[in-house]
């Protein structure tokens, strides 16, 4: 190959941390559905002064989540975003959306799934949908909780929420955060509260939960009968005493019910600047998938790479464990990440959006036509694909959904490295006029057994490629 490689950013092979490098996304929550793992997300946008520089993040203008699914928890597949507030969103009533919470739950027989998120520091409002990627709506045309919903009055930050579903059906939410002047110790800011068999009404007066040195980012799991509240403790620089959680860690209290009464551990998680240099805020989410347990977690680590860590936050994923007493073992955060725990089958048709790794490419999607593509497609870009199972008989045939541009080009197939063993190439032709979507194929030599995959993008220099929208091998 003669093209001039572009280099990873961020998210560099083998690492599996920050989950992608083509889009930043904050504060995740996980849903499991079926054989997949649903990470929602604050979609963190880059904000620029007068002058063109990138300025600190204010968090203002967000009012969309940004969604990406994994089989195997290495390749993520983006499913772009969700316009969840604002006059494009589901929730006109709603300015932002920040920390979504999403849920899954059967309802007369149906699956029906919600996305919670925090309306700035003000409410909560939820969506609902058919599938966990949507088409999201409305269902209450309101808030879902507000300062007058009863038990929430001394709340200083209504946000941060998290969900459970019990195993009875039943549902909770727990949210708040903040600190009221000068109570540090015990701001009294936490909250949970029952969910109605609806999952968009809720019930009674929200309880308490006296969260020690509590600053934001409610999170819930259960596992064996146990509840596990967790929560960023707050940033207070006097003393503290012996027991309470450092400032900015990720802590958590255990409880017999899911309403408590409520008994405090420890923290689990440093801030993401013991880890990565960068601090900041520190948000986390708890999940099982195929009986190992996981926590999602943010940190500035793309952006840091890029140089612009201004509050511009990537999701990362780490193993997490619990003891035989039921206790969490402490966290370390790393750009390892976590194992792939299955192959990527290549004979099935594969998302052009799906990724292990890139180099150059972003992602664009048309609702209205249910198209996601690969789109900024320069000579010598790449996607990486890990854990390929090509299989004993391996694979015999490349074909590709692309759009061709002006430029036209070609998708180099390399094993293990961007510019490792080639085992075939895919012509692109320009379009000679308006774009055109075209399925194209291509013979195969070599790929066999289990390798990473690299799609080499080549073509002229300073011109529009194609957008690819998906791929598959053929045996």
Known sequence: MTSPLNQAIGKVPPNGNPLVAHRYGADPYALVFGDRVYLYMTNDALEYDGNGVVKENTYSSIN?????SSSDLVNWTDHGEIAAAG???????????????????????????????????????????????????????????????????????????????????????????????????????????????????????????????????SGIHKRNGVYYYTYCSNFYDGERPEGSPPAGEIAYMTSGKPMGPWTYHETILKNPGHFFGV??????????????????????????????????????????????????????????????????????RVQGTTMGWSAGVKTEFKAAAGERLVTDIDNGDWIGISGVGFGSEGAKAFSASVISLEGGGAIELHLDDPAGVLVGELAVPAANGPEKRMELKTEVSGAVGVHNLYLVFTGKSGTGLFKLESWQFMQ
């Open 64 to 68: 969309k989540i940004a969604v990406i």
């Open 87 to 217: 006059q494009e969103g589901a929730a006109k009533w709603a300015t932002q959306s920040w920390a979504p919470a999403a849920v899954h739950k059967v309802i007369d027989g149906k699956d029906k799934f919600f996305l919670y998120f925090a309306n700035n520091a003000s409410g909560i409002g939820v969506l609902s949908g058919d599938s966990p990627v949507g088409p999201w709506t409305d269902p209450i045309g309101e808030a879902l909780i507000l300062r007058s919903t009863p038990g929430v009055e001394d709340v200083t930050w209504l946000f941060d929420p998290a969900v459970l579903v019990d195993d009875d059906g039943k549902g909770y939410i727990y949210f708040g955060g903040g600190v009221p002047e000068g109570e540090y110790a015990e701001p009294g800011t936490a909250r949970v509260m029952k969910l109605g068999d609806d999952m968009t009404s809720v019930e009674g007066t929200a309880e308490v939960i006296p969260a020690p040195f509590m600053f934001e980012d």
């Open 279 to 348: 601090s900041g805020n520190n948000h986390h989410a708890i999940f099982q998938f195929h009986d190992e347990w996981y926590i999602a977690y943010h940190a500035q680590t793309l952006s840091k790479a890029e140089g612009i860590a201004n509050g511009y936050r990537s999701t990362h994923l780490g193993r997490l464990s619990h003891k035989e007493d039921g206790s969490i073992q402490n966290i370390e955060a790393d750009y390892k990440g976590v194992q792939q725990i299955q192959c990527l089958s290549p004979y099935h």
